[in-house]
Each structure stands twice: as C-alpha cells, then as structure tokens.
C-alpha cells in the first residue's frame, strides 16, 4: 500500500476504553488523513493533518483527536470508545506539490475498530 | 453538507460487455473528480481522475464528466471477472485537503 502502514489492524475493545490507531508513512507526503468508512455512508473524513502539528477537523471529528510530531506519523486517538465508532478506518496521504495534488489520495490497508 | 450520489447497485454485466457506472454530486464549485476501486475487505485505490468536460480514457477505462448537469460517469470496456468490485466516486476542489467527499459505491459484478 504504497508505503503507507496502518495499525494495529484489527482490535476489539470495550466501550469507555481508549484506542489509539497509528498512520505511518515513508512517502514524505505533506498531507494525511483519517477517514471511518460505514455500509450507507461511504467514506466520512474524521480529521486531516498539512503539516507536523498542523491539524484540523473534517466531517465526523467528534469523539476523536489526532497528533502529528513528525512528517512520518498521524495518530487517531478514541478518548473512550464508543460502539458508534465500530468501523474500520483508513489512513490517507496526499502529495500536494501539484495544484490538485492535495485531493490525489493513497489508502493504508485500514485498521478494523470493534468496540463492545 | 457535499452530497455525492451513486447508485448502490449491485450492477451486473457479463464478461466483455460495458460496465457504465454513475455518479452525481451537489456542489456546482466542484473541480475534482476522482474513481476509485475497493475490492472486498481491501482499501480503495486510484484508478481515474478527471478535471476537465468530456471524456478521459485510461486503457479499458472511461471517465466522463459534465458539470453543466453536475455528473460524471466511469466506462469500464471488455469487462472482466477482476473488475468485480465496489467503485466509488469522489468530488472535490481543485486542491485542498479538506473537501473531497465520496459517494457510497457501486458494486459490479462481471459474469463469467
């Protein structure tokens, strides 16, 4: 997946417990992303990040955080899961250095959430 | 709320025909337009973008796009049993990180 490494890949969890989900890159993308992807609801972006320590809120962002504090990694971070949050998750970068590079998105394996 | 639209499906054609998926979206600033291919339990992929009206060919792929009726379609010819697949649009701005948004997919079954 074109370097692009998600884990873990597969996790049950209880409800309440944090979770925390790692991106890891060896593109050097300027631009990462979170998405949930649901049956009826396609892919929803949680959170995006452009640079180290630069993030920001896409559509479905509550009862989710992020960090970047290097290029390499984004972490997705449940405070207290929740089974709403049972789906998988893809892990996003993006190039940018073209004008409509930024939306040119590569797609991690994912990493499947269970929350009981 | 961007709202991007396919029709589920599940759409079935037999080995070597034309498979036409469709796909419309709400927001006419749209700039960016994109196809991408999930097979079962795997992540998407890029096959097609498109940024311009008409058509674009990609071997056994076709996009075509018209923003005067906000809808952009993928041909895929001499459809093969590895074309089996859930195919999703997704619509954004010309650059930006934030405002790509993706239909729900449609899923393809090619018939041997």
């Known amino acids: 997946d074109a370097g692009i490494t998600q884990s873990p890949r597969h996790k049950v969890t209880e409800t309440g417990t944090p979770v925390t989900l790692r991106c890891h890159q060896t593109e050097n993308h300027r631009y990462m992303y979170w998405y949930r992807q649901d049956p009826g609801h396609g892919l929803r972006l949680i959170h995006y990040?452009?640079?180290?320590?630069?993030?920001d809120k896409g559509e479905v962002s509550d009862g989710y955080s992020v960090s970047r504090s290097k290029t390499e990694d984004f972490l997705l971070t449940l405070e207290s899961a929740t089974s709403s949050q049972t789906s998988v998750y893809f892990c996003?970068?993006?190039?940018?250095?073209?004008?409509?590079?930024?939306?040119?998105?590569?797609f991690g394996a994912g990493s499947r959430l269970t929350v009981l | 709320q961007k709202e991007v639209e396919q029709n589920s499906g599940p759409l079935s054609v037999p080995e070597g025909a034309i498979a036409s998926l469709n796909c419309t979206y709400s927001?006419?600033?749209?700039?960016?337009f994109f196809w991408y291919r999930q097979y079962s339990g795997k992540s998407p992929e890029l096959i097609m973008s498109?940024?311009?009206?008409g058509d674009k060919e990609d071997g056994r792929f076709t996009a075509q796009l018209n923003k005067a009726s906000q809808y952009v379609s993928l041909l895929i010819r001499d459809s093969q049993p590895s074309d089996s697949a859930t195919y999703l649009c997704a619509v954004g701005l010309i650059t930006g990180a934030n405002n790509l948004f993706f239909g729900t997919g449609t899923r393809l079954t090619v018939i041997p």
């Open positions: 990040s452009y640079g180290v320590k630069d993030t």
């Open positions: 927001d006419r600033g749209s700039q960016s």
């Open positions: 498109i940024y311009s009206n």
């Open positions: 996003a970068i993006s190039g940018g250095q073209e004008l409509s590079g930024a939306n040119v998105l590569t």
